[in-house]
């Protein structure tokens, strides 16, 4: 640890509080220097109004704030600026600006309320949101648990609308994928369960990001990166995530037509918290994922949890799979003989289909194996197996 002291006589005359000098001790690595120099600002001019806040953006230099920078710092895939803003807004004024992995930190300090969320109106218009645009991209959240909490970075993903991959499906699982999708579903209030389930390569993921497309207008994509974590022994990382509400400044007190939009947090090859014996094996992690669909962690939370696991589950926990908790279950199946035919049939590879599948293995031909073969490789089909939850 390295302790840090402000010794500067000119902050100990200015400090408004009764304990003097500013004593820090913290762990401050280079681009901590910029959040040490703003805390030192905020207290050396006693500022009493501070504002938060992040959000995904598409911007990726402070070059339109430079102008108003006291000093900056750059470092790898980061830079930040402190800024004095007192030409702007007159007073005292201050902001610390940092980008980062697609997402836009800022950290301000000002006089009174109104000049903090003036300044925040117009850095979040200086560093907008990412749209979607017509190359079909959608902004994606990326959770991860850090020493100091949830952490999290933006990006924008390349997603198909599911019209274009619908083919890739059989009957059963697209029919129940176009249900999920339409514009009549609306998830209800409070947390809600969505199951998906399969084999590996049924195209869960890809399914995932066609979903998040279909959503856009309404429910925005957060994808926790260490699920074992969210679900282990740091509530306090579930904690963040789930209140973390990165909405517009405008959207504060309007109305319920204009609220945030919906959150679906991805939490993807979890099965294992489903399991019947999951309290035993992961904690309380199944506990926690109830009380976020559902119980008392999620009332009033506009959030969606969608869990994917590559196992083939024959039979659900009864707390997971009781009426009311799932808002959809789809089980992601391998094709059927005549499905991976017409697949391939489409692709111009009947007579290559005849000669290269085996009649025994057709039963068990995932999106993977057909995949596979059209491009020349061989694949043993995976046979299927049941775990985890009794006879």
Request: hydrophobic share 45%; aromatic share 8%.
């Amino acid at each position: 640890m390295t302790e840090i002291i402000t010794t500067n006589p000119a902050y100990a005359a200015a400090t408004p509080f009764p304990w003097g000098p500013l004593r820090i001790t913290e762990r401050l690595s280079l681009p901590d220097l910029g959040q040490a120099q703003f805390a030192a600002t905020v207290f050396r001019h006693g500022l009493q109004h501070t504002v938060a806040a992040q959000w995904a953006t598409t911007s990726e230099s402070l070059e339109p704030v430079l102008t108003y920078a006291q000093s900056t710092v750059r470092a790898h895939r980061m830079q930040s600026a402190l800024l004095d803003l007192a030409p702007l807004y007159g007073g005292l004024a201050f902001a610390l600006v940092t980008l980062r992995r697609g997402t836009a930190h800022v950290d301000i300090a000002a006089e009174n309320h109104e000049r903090t969320d003036e300044i925040e109106r117009w850095l979040r218009a200086t560093f907008p949101a990412p749209e979607a645009t017509e190359r079909r991209e959608i902004a994606v959240r990326f959770w991860s648990c850090s020493p100091h909490g949830a952490g999290c970075s933006s990006r924008m993903i390349a997603v198909p609308p599911l019209s274009e991959i619908e083919a890739n499906y059989p009957a059963g699982v697209r029919d129940r994928l176009a249900r999920l999708a339409s514009p009549e579903f609306r998830p209800a209030e409070g947390g809600q369960l969505i199951l998906w389930y399969g084999p590996p390569g049924t195209g869960k993921t890809y399914a995932l990001r066609a979903l998040g497309w279909e959503w856009r207008e309404w429910c925005e994509l957060h994808y926790v990166i260490d699920p074992e974590v969210f679900f282990g022994q740091r509530a306090d990382y579930m904690i963040d995530v789930l209140l973390d509400e990165d909405e517009p400044l405008l959207n504060r007190g309007a109305a319920a037509d204009s609220r945030p939009k919906w959150r679906l947090l991805v939490l993807e090859d979890t099965g294992e918290l489903l399991a019947a014996d999951a309290k035993h094996t992961t904690g309380q992690g199944l506990s926690r994922l109830l009380n976020l669909v559902d119980g008392m962690v999620g009332q009033g939370l506009r959030v969606l949890v969608l869990v994917t696991t590559n196992e083939l589950l024959r039979r659900l926990h009864p707390a997971v799979a009781r009426p009311g908790r799932c808002a959809a279950r789809i089980e992601f199946e391998p094709f059927d003989a005549a499905e991976a035919t017409d697949w391939l049939a489409a692709r111009g590879l009947r007579s290559e289909a005849a000669r290269g599948l085996r009649s025994e293995a057709a039963s068990a031909l995932t999106l993977a194996h057909l995949f596979a073969h059209v491009h020349g490789y061989e694949m043993e089909p995976e046979p299927e197996r049941a775990v985890g939850f009794g006879a």
